[in-house]
Structure formats: C-alpha cells, structure tokens
C-alpha cells in the first residue's frame, strides 16, 4: 500500500512537471475528449476485470470454503488496485467537469496526472492479475490463510472468555479445506493444510505463553485447541484412510504427536489430553481388518509416544488421562475379537514390549522416591485408608492396567483357541518389568510382579496343559541374578492366601455351573467337568521346579 502510494506521487509529479514545462497548445476539445476517453476505458477496464475476478474468486471459494473469500477481501492490492481506477476516473471526470476556456500550464499538468494515474493504475491491475492466478492455487490459499489469516495476533482476541463467544472458530476454514483437498483428490494441498493447522497451534502456544500469565495461557491453549484436536483431527485421519492415503495419515498423526509434545514443553497438559483422544477416535473408528492397521498403527505409536512423554514429565492426572486412551482401544480391540492377522503385531508389540518401555520410563522418573520406603505394594490400603505414596501411584497403576489387559489376553484365547500374538511370548512383558523392579531396587515391586507372573502361570498351566517351562526358567534366572527373596516371598504370600489388591490374576477353584454375578469370566470359563488341579496344590509343585531350576543355572553359571 504505501508503495503504491509513493510511486503514484512521484510519477504524477514527474509528469505534471514535465507536461507543465512543454505546455503542448493543444485545443480544450481534443483534451476533453482525451480525458472522456481515457475515464471510459478505465471504468471499462475496472468493471471487465473485476466481474471477472468475482466469477474466479466464486469458484475457488465454493470449491473449498466459503469463508476464504476473506483472503481476497482483506488483500491490501486488492484494495489499492481498487482505489487507484476509482481515484483515477474520478480525477478525469473532475478536470473534464472544470476545463477552463483556454488551455494553460495547469491544465496540461492535470492532464499529465491523469495519464501517470492511468499508467500507476495499469501497473497495479497487472500486479493484482498475477496475484488473483497464484490465489486461484489451492496451495497458496492455504499459505496465504496460515501466514496471514491466523497468525495469533490476527485471530486471537484478547482473552480466552471472548474466544469462547466466537461462534465458528478460526481455524475451521483451514480444516474444510484439508477435508475438501482430500475428497477432491488434491492430497498434496491437504498434506499443506495439516502441516499448516500444526504451524498455527505451536505458533499460537508461542504466542500465549508469552503474552499471558501461565494459567492464562493453559486455559486459552486448551480453547484453540480442543475442537481442532478432537473434532478436525479424527475425521481427517478416517477420510485419507478412506482414500488409501496412507502415507498422508502417518503425516497428519505425526503432526498431531509434535502438537500435543509442545503443549507439553509449555505445560499446556489439556493439549495433550485432547490429542490422545483424538488419535484414540480415529484408532476406534479404524475397521477390523488387516487394512485397517494402516491407521490404527501409526496411531498407537503416537499414542504410546505421549504416555512415555507424561510418564516422563507430566502430572499423574495428565499422565493417567493420556494412557487411558491406549489401554482402552487396544482392551477393546482386543475384546471386539479381530482376526490374528489384526493383532498379530499390533497387540504382540503392545503386551510383550511397549508396556515394559512405559514402566521404565516410571521406573527411572520415581525409582529413587521409591526404592528405600517401606511400602506395601501389595495391598496398600489399611481399612478404608490408601497407604501409596503419591510416587508410586503411576508405579501401580500401570501394573494394575497391564494385568487387566493380561486377562483381556487370556479371554481372547479362550474365546479364539489361539494368543493374539506369537504363541510363547505370553510372559515376555511381565519378565522385562519384573526385572526393570528389580534393577532399580524397588524389591516389593518386584514381588508383586512376581505374585502376578506366578497366577498368570497358573493360568496358562490350565490352557496348555502343564508347559510351564519358560515361567520356571524365568522365575529361577530372578532368583539366580537378583535377591532370592523377591520370588521367595511371592510364593510366601500366595500360600498364606494373599491377594494382590488390584493387580490379581484370579485363581479362584469355582463352579462352572454357578450364576454367582461376582465370578468372573476367566473363571466361568476356564471351567471343566473334571476339576482342575487346585492352585494351592499347584503352587507347591511349581515352587519346588522353580528352585530346582535355580540351583541348575547356578551350576551352568
């Protein structure tokens, strides 16, 4: 704009003066009717140029958004170009409307204006028809939209209070375009809008963190981000699925994933929040086929990226609210009875690895806190009264979700004939966090994992009919390379009947036949006609293997 206007000043007064000088005798009609038709030409002009950039601002707005139609609007040549033809038709009629007599040195310095204002107006009408051919392109659209239209300090109010009273939100005009690219095929301009909704969010966290106090800040974050994370986010994931695209979907997830970690380096912890459940939808919403784990994967890593993150550095609260997503879609999954070929590696990974990794990432954040208190991890309650600590809360927790998932395996097996995953990997996790307990000396830990390992032996003994050799070669090489007293005293407290509050494989002898509403479905269903083995007795028998077991890799030692 204000180039504009500096070079319309210099060539009207470069040729006012020059025109002025030279004083051309030229008769008042002929300068009437040059004025008249120069005035005609550039109404003809503005009125054929303009209509037409109406007609090609239709299209690509009813192509994409009609809300875009701003961009073309608040453009500053659009505005100067307007200005300038306007400015210049009116300066034309004006000096026809007071042509003197005679001719003089003023008015050949007005009609030299009039021609460097048609020159000025020319210029900026080609400038502005270059303009409106890169507009037409959906990509610059979007660059434009981004770069201009929602840059925090355009489209943030003041406060979170007045941004909650705006009835569309800013960032919606974005994501109708990404969907519209999408169903329209244009799958490179919808890589450009998602990468551009994670510009706008982590610029806009920049920019709150900095203009607002800490508080502030969080609950403005958490009002921008919520509808994108939670509504844009799984409809763009479901509809590049839908269209094969599966290279765009790990794109958008990772893009999604780097959004919810910068809310977390500026403990907006509501971002991340909202992007595992986001992500947590779009796995829902995946079907049970092969096919389908093209979205559910990347997805589950992502997932499982913001649990280690929260497990890391977050609150307990932030952390339990991210990883419920992950433990619930895939108990669900699980419990929606997928073929082998579904679960195969998304489950094997989740069950046998990423569980462990989760716990080490706790392990290595609250292990000091822990590892010199006298807790009972065991049954930590007295009464009504919870005994935790709060470090060990998350400890806890996460043994108390693995062993609900680890029934979760076991119905599917029953209910399959089959694991969801390579058969013999079934005691893989709870080996790696019993030994993660044991490295860092949180020995109580240790032993619940234990009590749980041995019930969950239990369990398989029943389904597979007395293999049981990898549990006694793990249980014995626990003995062998830590203190003997963390297996010990699991085999203690099993015979002594104790129960594990929370984290407790059932090993109930019950009635197959029996309505009781509290048994569980393990233990309907592991029932046969003939009773099998009791647990008590069992226990005897695999205790003596378990340190037979011992005393011969100490002699292979």
Not at 206 to 231: F, N
């Amino acid at each position: 704009m204000v180039r504009y206007f500096l070079l319309t000043l210099t060539a009207v007064g470069v040729v006012a003066m020059l025109t002025s000088l030279l004083n051309p005798a030229v008769e008042i009609e002929n300068i009437r009717a040059v004025l008249t038709t120069l005035a005609t030409a550039e109404a003809s002009v503005l009125a054929i140029v303009f209509s037409v950039t109406v007609v090609a601002l239709q299209l690509v707005v009813t192509r994409y958004s009609a809300r875009l139609t701003s961009l073309f609007v608040k453009e500053p040549l659009f505005r100067t170009t307007f200005a300038l033809f306007v400015g210049a038709i009116a300066f034309n009629l004006l000096v026809v409307y007071l042509l003197p007599i005679q001719n003089n040195r003023l008015l050949n310095a007005a009609v030299g204006i009039a021609f460097a204002l048609a020159a000025v107006s020319t210029f900026a009408l080609y400038q502005f028809i270059q303009l409106m051919i890169q507009r037409s392109s959906p990509d610059d659209l979007i660059s434009v939209l981004i770069e201009r239209e929602l840059a925090p300090d355009e489209y943030l109010p003041a406060t979170a209070t007045e941004f909650a009273e705006i009835e569309i939100h800013p960032i919606r005009p974005l994501y109708r375009t990404i969907a519209r690219a999408i169903e329209l095929g244009e799958y490179q301009t919808a890589a450009q809008g998602i990468a551009g909704l994670r510009t706008v969010l982590i610029r806009t966290f920049e920019y709150l963190e900095s203009e607002h106090s800490e508080e502030d800040a969080a609950q403005y974050a958490s009002a921008v981000s919520t509808e994108i994370l939670t509504e844009y986010v799984p409809p763009i994931l479901e509809q590049a699925y839908t269209h094969e695209q599966y290279e765009l979907v790990s794109d958008a997830v990772d893009d999604v994933e780097a959004v919810a970690l910068d809310g977390l380096d500026h403990d907006f912890t509501d971002v991340a929040e909202d992007a595992a459940e986001g992500l947590g939808d779009a796995f829902d919403a995946a079907p049970l086929t092969w096919e389908g784990n093209r979205l559910r994967s990347p997805v589950k890593e992502s997932l499982l990226e913001l649990t280690k993150a929260t497990a890391s550095d977050a609150e307990y609260t932030t952390f339990l609210a991210v990883s419920h997503h992950l433990d619930h879609q895939m108990a669900v999954l699980l419990r929606r009875r997928p073929d082998t070929n579904v679960t195969h590696r998304l489950v094997g990974d989740y069950y046998t690895r990423e569980m462990g990794e989760i716990f080490e990432v706790l392990v290595d954040r609250y292990g000091d806190d822990v590892q010199d208190q006298d807790i009972n991890w065991i049954s930590p309650t007295e009464g009504r009264k919870w005994t935790l600590p709060d470090e060990a809360e998350p400890l806890r927790h996460v043994l108390r979700e693995y062993a609900s998932f680890t029934q979760t395996v076991l119905r599917y097996r029953v209910s399959e004939a089959e694991y969801p995953f390579v058969e013999g990997s079934i005691d893989d996790g709870w080996k790696r966090i019993t030994e993660s307990a044991a490295d860092a000396g949180i020995d109580g830990l240790a032993t619940l994992c234990c009590i749980t390992t041995i019930q969950l032996a239990y369990r398989v003994n029943q389904l597979e009919g007395g293999r049981l050799g990898m549990w006694t070669n793990n249980l014995g090489l626990l003995r062998r390379d830590y203190d003997p007293a963390i297996v010990d005293r699991a085999f203690a407290l099993l015979k002594a009947g104790e129960q594990p509050e929370g984290c407790n494989i059932s090993v109930r002898t019950f009635d197959p036949t029996s309505d009781d509403t509290d048994e569980g479905f393990i233990e309907r269903f592991f029932g046969t006609e003939e009773e099998d083995t009791l647990f008590e007795d069992w226990l005897v028998e695999f205790e003596k293997d378990v340190h037979e077991r011992t005393e011969y890799l100490r002699e292979r030692e």
